[in-house]
Nanobody
Framework: QVQLVESGGGLVQAGGSLRLSCAAS????????MGWYRRAPGKQRELVAV???????NYADSVKGRFTISRENVKRTVYLQMNSLKPEDTGVYYC???????????????WGQGTQVTVSS
């Protein structure tokens, strides 16, 4: 069993900053990539940023230069520092752990429950 717990969402004015955190727990042997996705109102869920266990990061074009993803492998935690927030960044942000190998065998992807980010203009 693997759980992902997100925190750090909230309401912020345009131009402000927020930091999201996501901690994975359970019978985990290893995690490959960890990432953040978001679902804006009326839109499909989209990739925001992803980082591999080796530290390689990729970002959606819309957040490049404003958002920074990082992770602490020992803590099994991934962070998303969001600066210069815009109203179009509003949405539910989901954490995802990819290729999670559990100690009893098997591998799979897991999602967090989501955290709301609202950016007011």
């Amino acid at each position: 069993q693997v759980q992902l717990v997100e925190s750090g969402g909230g309401l912020v004015q345009a131009g402000g900053s927020l930091r999201l955190s996501c901690a994975a727990s359970g019978s985990i042997f290893s995690i490959n990539a960890m990432g953040w996705y978001r679902r804006a109102p009326g839109k499909q869920r989209e990739l925001v940023a992803v980082i591999t266990s080796g530290g390689r990061a990729n970002y959606a074009d819309s957040v490049k230069g404003r958002f920074t993803i990082s992770r602490e492998n020992v803590k099994r935690t991934v962070y998303l520092q969001m600066n210069s927030l815009k109203p179009e960044d509003t949405g539910v942000y989901y954490c995802k752990a990819e290729d999670v190998q559990i100690v009893t065998g098997g591998m799979g992807d897991y999602w967090g429950q989501g955290t709301q980010v609202t950016v007011s203009s």
